[in-house]
């Protein structure tokens, strides 16, 4: 096990020297720090974003909270993509202890299997990315993703997921398209299955790290891309490439970020430390989420009234493609016992919450018309 601490005491050894102290300890000690004056133990996490990506505020929020709630015994060191390993290679980095921990998407990891996507780019069902967050915690979703990762992958992590993504835009693209006929032939940017139901529509994929994304549009490697919202849209300088922005997609309608662990270095942890690290995700989930909705809409209307760009829905014709485009996917993708096993709970918590959620909630469309006449457009 690697030296995790910034003595020079394996985490191991200094774990295991605490407890011996305290068997040693009086009973009216026992409510005294365990360890006076400890260096705090170091999690080197590596992200799959560049430095400046919104998605690196949000990993931030996560290090604020794990450091406040362990009252410094935690100490994040946080790092952008390519500090260590590439945007795509952060799990394997985990898993061979190369660093402690990742803040990536499952997606990223879809050429190991291809169920890494159905636990964020699967098929949409007409679940949120809500409702599809709420599958990994309550419908059994968490251990199906432990069946695959350890199980049947053989990894040496844990995962944890939080934060419900906002559906992701169909994209961009520098002339509108509003029939599948428009987007026959592009050369687009999008990753894991998303590229196989884009291609189903015509396109031929290239799956891209968000950092490569506009490079690659300059040089003419691709015609259109998406990555995810507006802010990191806007701060990868997708505006000086494309002015037309087309919004809501079923393409990627139910991702979540996924907090990875080393298994060792986890287990190795006091069980106070590792309930900070695992449910420091939930509470970072919600703060996120406010963080997106601020940003992701301040964003949009500043790419409209500042870049020039043209904001579309994109059209029922090309939704319903996707959709017909997923019915002919997911009968391939169930041929593997695995992927049908996750499917199948997915589809019937999908029917029955769902079901729930559409029969519950109020028109807000009709609402917000109600009170802003004529700003949708739709």
Not at 17 to 43: D, H, I, K, R, W
Request: aromatic content about 12%; hydrophobic content about 40%; charged content about 20%.
């Amino acid at each position: 096990m690697k030296d995790r601490t910034q003595g020079n005491v394996s985490r191991r050894n200094l774990l295991k020297g605490g407890a011996l102290a305290a068997g040693a300890t009086v009973a009216g000690a026992v409510t005294a720090p365990a360890v006076v004056g400890q260096s705090p133990t170091v999690v080197k996490m590596q992200t799959s974003w560049p430095a400046s990506d919104i998605w690196m505020d949000f990993a931030r929020e996560y290090v604020e909270r794990v450091e406040q709630m362990s009252g410094g015994r935690l100490k994040i060191d946080l790092l952008p993509a390519g500090a260590v390993v590439g945007a795509f290679q952060v799990l394997d980095a985990v898993n061979d202890g190369v660093i402690d921990a990742a803040h990536t998407v499952p997606v990223y990891w879809y050429g190991k299997h291809k169920a890494a996507s159905l636990f964020g780019t699967g098929p949409v069902f007409g679940g949120s990315a809500t409702t599809m967050l709420a599958w990994f915690h309550a419908g059994g979703g968490d251990e199906l993703y432990r069946e695959l990762t350890q199980d049947i992958l053989g990894l040496n992590v844990y995962g944890f997921y939080g934060f419900p993504m906002p559906a992701q835009p169909f994209g961009w693209f520098r002339e509108p398209v509003t029939t599948v006929a428009d987007v026959q032939g592009f050369k687009y940017r999008t990753v894991g299955l998303a590229a196989d139901l884009m291609q189903r529509l015509g396109m031929s994929v290239a799956q891209l790290p968000g950092g490569e994304i506009v490079p690659a549009m300059e040089r003419g490697v691709i015609d259109a891309f998406e990555f995810n919202n507006p802010s990191s849209d806007l701060r990868f300088g997708a505006q000086d490439v494309a002015k037309n922005y087309l919004l809501s997609s079923y393409h990627q309608a139910s991702e979540s970020f996924e907090f990875l662990f080393n298994k060792d270095f986890y287990d190795d942890l006091p069980e106070d430390l590792q309930a900070i690290l695992k449910y420091a995700v939930e509470a970072v989930s919600t703060s996120n989420t406010a963080l997106a909705l601020h940003h992701y809409s301040a964003d949009l209307q500043k790419l409209q009234e500042e870049s020039g760009v043209t904001v579309h829905r994109t059209s029922t014709e090309i939704l319903d493609a996707q959709l017909k485009a997923w019915d002919e996917l997911i009968p391939e993708l169930e041929k593997d016992e695995y992927m049908k096993k996750v499917l199948d709970s997915q589809r019937a918590w999908v029917e029955r919450v769902v079901y729930y959620e559409l029969m519950n909630a109020p028109d807000l469309a009709l609402a917000y018309e109600h009170y802003f006449p004529g700003k949708l457009k739709l």
